[in-house]
């Protein structure tokens, strides 16, 4: 069943491209490929074209339709009719920061001295980490990282979106958003009460408020007579592009009334903010919806884990999309960064289990995060002029029991190998009778 | 923190969370081992102890008592039976708390209540051989995080408590586990002791008292460690043990304890004298006593290939069995080994890397354990897991398939079947569907392998404890009753 791509600026697009692309692209590149036979989910959210064919060039999405000639001389690869969909995006891992959970490989959060707002996770990352190739094995092609812990709460510092390609160039987008955290489990690091987190949030807001007005001011003097590490110069400045809209502040939050204590950071600061965490976010979708503050949850979150998370439900997800908040995944344990591809997809499948339909889980695991934070001019779908991030599915991509078939990151074809696929080569049931001891496999 | 989300490992090993976020929170989690399949006896009154010791006392005695059942015929379904078969169009007959039959065109007798599958699957009530419900119980608290009810840590050898008298019956985990087809649980201590204590097992009912969900008959398991957990725990506040080795030594100097108290038993035993005087009792001694009687059994957190080969020489030199494995991340390493010393591992589908000591985890791991000849479970540790255990069986049969091992949806349905009532020496009573056998089951809407499907019935011994279409068979924990963050606002 063929069926017209109904976006008609994709087809215009399409050709123009395909036209110049040819000529561009008279030779096989790494990063220029046919796909072809694609059910391909061009749009998250809006029905696959059939049978379509997916021109990358130079890593770029260049044309995507029905019929599409395949240059002269470029790779083709047939996805037999499976679905191809834009690689997924988690939108809160740590990837990239852990390696073993020791200290000497944990760079996520920075615990004493004077970070504060200011601590930037983007020169701790490690291209070289074996997480990344499990992540791209099970389709994840983008990340957001972000720090966990903080020396001055309750910033924890900006956050990076992380692109997987292979190779030592990961940083997408440094600096992408500020965390700040909240709720009762980290109490005690803001002196034993959440109001004073976010009081403290409030005063460090009101202080680069400050700042901007000296810094447009003739006279550039600092008006801060509080030498406090929460309002030190570093710490301020971080939240200068807060301020301005340019990135998102991020509460790390579960309980209602902290997620309402959000919403006013909106209404009185003018400020971008992204919820994390958000448990209780049902409880509050209307609101978070018009506030435009899109929520990054956990979609196995089921029980009161803590008394933050007391209105814990599998439905959460599928009732904040249906209020019309742009949600996004998050795992959590285990899996925030360590299965940081499966556990999402999973969970996408656990949200649709409870109520989101598949459609709108496939946007919250593409075009959702791409929005949330900031890169929907080069990732989220699979339109022309989009990094050619794509997977071919060997089954439905919310099913654990499937898997990647093939996965482009910015148009290149990535390993499927892992540690782990090594290590099941190495130790295969067959070879347990072997002579030689497995170190010579 | 991402990372704070907490289930409850999180919270088991304060001391390693500070510096080390991620897999610290894990680090005990990971929490602990029991079950397996060595079948050393069927139950504990049947083990003939050569000292004439009596049974194990049983002080805190099960008062379990069904729910309230009717005569059943699940219908239009397809049933995987636990023990391998996939069933096309077949049902399962249930009388009086027992299972009467298994297959196509069943008759029901008058009076008997039918329901309809339509089309869905059935399957044995899923067993969870390791869970730490109640003990690690909802909602954590920073409280928790400094002294918790899953971990004694005042020694290393613990083996005196008992998980049992740490259980939070209204921890509201345990109706969230049983929407998950989650029908027996055995609840274990932490892993951050040597000995870390006994173990329990339960039937997943709602219930006041601990002693009514207790599972008449069951054997108590002994939780050990072997690792980082028991060495960093102790270690790091300077005391023993600090090593590896330091482990070992402690688990040898315990069990040459246990073996002295027991041959003082033995010896007044033996003299059949109501007049002597006993000699005095020792509550460690009598958990590690009962264990080289066979009337425990031994369920042993472990990782790594090399420390699990070191343990069962262990278990060689005193005397003693271990049922299984628990976590086992490096089983597939030495799967051979595993089958010659009758140990069965129960593992996570995908959990690797949180520690240096899970950095070798595969996905394949139960996989290739199985398709060696191996015994092997899927457990919890954690709720997440527990609400989705057939997942985790997904997501291995599709690693397996890409290494190149084929394992069939019914087959792999017993390593959260049968394996763990063989482990837990229960498979007389639970494990499959089969005539005799407690009519433990769940009706799924549709394959128990897809994440779309949702258990929407589930049966423990012949009582409706969950039906997901009739809002007065969806029990809630005392917790949750008139918790405004839970009701719907207006």
Redesign the interface.
Known sequence: MKRAWPALPVTLLALSFAIGGAQQSPNPSADSVAIIGAKAYVQPGESPIEDATILVVKGRIQAVGVGLAVPAGMRSIDAKGRMVTPGLMNS???LGL??????DT?D??V?TGPFGASFDVQYALNPNS??LPVARADGLTRVMV?P??SATPPF?GSGAVLRLSEGSDILDLPQAAVVA?V??????KSGGSRGAQWMLIRSALDAAQRRMATASSAHKENSDTDKSTLLSTSNIEALVPVLKSKIPLVI?AY??SDLRQAVSLVDDYKIRVVI??AD?GW?VADLLASHKIPVVL?P????????D???ARLDNAALLDRAGVVISF?A???H????AG?AIR?GA??A??NGLPWPHALKALTVNPAETWGITAHYGTLQPGEDADLVIWDGDP??????PALVLIRGRQVSLETR??D???R???DR?GDSEP?GYR | MMMRELTKSDLCNPVHRVPRLHGALLSCVLLSCLGALVFPARSPAAVASPSHAPALPDPYPSTYKPLPRSDMLIDNATVFDGIGHRLLHAGVLLHDGKIISVGSNLHAPEGTKTIDAHGGFVTPGLIDVHSHLGDFAAPFTLQDAKVSDVNEESSPNSAEVWALHSIRVQDPQFARVRIGGVTTLQVLPGSDDLFGGRGVVLKNVPAVTVQEMEFPGAMPSLKMACGENPKYTFGEKGQFPSSEMGNVAGYRQAWIEATEYKRRWDGYYAKHDPNLAPPARDLKLETLTAVLRNQILVVMHCYRADEMAVMMDVAKEFGYQITAFHHAVEAYKIVPLLKENHVCVAVWADWWGFKVEAYDGIRSNAAFVDAGGGCVMLHSDATISAEHLPLDAALTIGAAHRAGIDISEEHAIEWLTINPARSLHLDEQIGSLEPGKNADVVVWSGDPFSVYTRASIVIIDGAIVYDRNDPGRQATSDFEVGQPAIERPR
Do not use: C, H, W
């Open positions: 809160a891992s740590q852990v390696e073993t959970g020791t200290p944990s996520s959060a615990v074996t997480l972000v966990t812990g924890d955290e709720g009762g489990m980290v109490v005690p790390v309980r209602e994390i965490g209780e409880r956990n196995y979150a089921s029980t009161p884990a803590t008394y998370q007391i209105g998050k959590a344990f285990v925030v960064s360590y299965n499966i999973e499948g656990i649709v289990a919310l099913e654990p029991m499937s898997a782990q696929t290590l099941e080569k130790y295969r049931p347990a497995p």
